[in-house]
């Protein structure tokens, strides 16, 4: 069974987490799917706030993704806007071909927006990206502005929300769900039958109730009976 | 100038984090100083939902924190119920007492919560558990609900948010915010004046636009000119 790694361009994590997924997916024998998600739907159904949304968060999520990215040996250099409107790269990335070919546009694409590029806002420059590639970024980006392509889009997005994920990137892998790129360490442990967790304790965790909440917390999802991902 | 280590007995990331920071505080020379604030005001103040809130999140917070405790080698046993009332064990760990004193109440009361106690929901829980850490648990419970001691919390808390806390664990030191017990290795890096960000680069990140934001996400708190952290 593969591991189904959720991204969205916007997110710095996912950028450094997709740097380590093949190479992960390769120890571990695993097929590594890619499922790209509008993270801001996600926010939108989960009643939250994304980091870039709480002004000392913002300040605070940019300089933790440079330090995370010095610490992994990778290079990390914003586009020229952030947050920007990822759809057209989302679904450019979302087109059904091989593995190896979805690679190489993903690659193309988080260089344009992470490694010092000139961002994917727009089709020339998401075209530009992927022709640098070697790809035919004219052609990718005419497919990924029909119809069938954005309804793939919103389809991944809602499985994957019916799945439960709340954030990117967030790795799911027999029906366990991972958030986070430092969470992928826990994935290779998980799917080498290493996982510390014991599953009596853990019922019993989960089982746990509440004492208390927030008066007025606005919670429009958290009661919902949504599937709990694992 | 001191290692200001801000946490609410709520989380189990500022437990996690707790445990590790006499023992850097000690590595990089300074001196720890414990800020108890309520995290459920820090989310009311910036808008966003805990980690409790969002079912799917609560779920996998669990498991997280039971992954990472596993990691760093440490017990962790959450209490009978979560998310709980912490109010009375912040004012507790918020008198006035020498540092060592503070430490071994915070201890007494993190063991009551996340070390497999009974939690510290009530006033007997909590004067139990001090008073098994060899503390007077009824005389610290009664000092704790004076007005000047709920004051303080507030005026803690206040100033938490002054200084673009948003939440728990968050390191204070030499005027840099450090959020999440991940980042640990990287307040002590810059305390050892390694911190890898370059300025200038670091300025131009924060000086970088948006390009989109999400229609009709409630953002009460993302533009007020509220102080960044650094």
Request: glycine share 8%; aromatic share 8%; proline share 10%.
């Amino acid at each position: 069974v593969s591991l189904r790694f959720h991204f969205d361009f916007i997110s710095p994590y996912a950028y450094l987490g997709w740097l380590r997924m093949p190479a992960l997916a390769e120890r571990v024998g695993r097929p590594l799917e890619p499922v790209p998600v509008l993270f801001a739907a996600l926010l939108d159904r989960w009643g939250q706030l994304g980091p870039a949304e709480i002004a000392p968060k913002r300040a605070y999520t940019y300089k933790h993704a440079l330090r995370l990215a010095h610490d992994q040996g990778v290079p990390l250099v914003p586009p020229p806007a952030h947050p920007f409107n990822p759809l057209l790269a989302l679904r450019v990335a979302s087109l059904s071909r091989g593995f190896d070919e979805r690679r190489r546009i993903i690659d193309a694409l988080y260089r344009a927006c992470w490694g010092g590029g000139p961002g994917v806002d727009n089709p020339a420059t998401v075209a530009r990206a992927l022709d640098e590639a070697g790809l035919a970024g004219a052609a990718l980006v005419e497919e990924a502005t029909t119809p069938a392509v954005k309804a793939r889009l919103r389809e991944q997005t809602d499985r994957a929300i019916a799945d439960g994920v709340f954030g990117v990137p967030t790795v799911i892998v027999d029906g366990e769900l991972f958030w986070g790129q430092d969470a992928l360490p826990h994935v290779e442990r998980f799917v080498a039958g290493a996982d510390p967790i014991d599953p009596a304790h853990l019922a019993s965790v989960r089982a746990m109730p509440a004492s208390a909440t927030r008066p007025g917390s606005a919670r429009p999802h958290s009661d919902d009976g949504s599937r709990s991902p694992a």
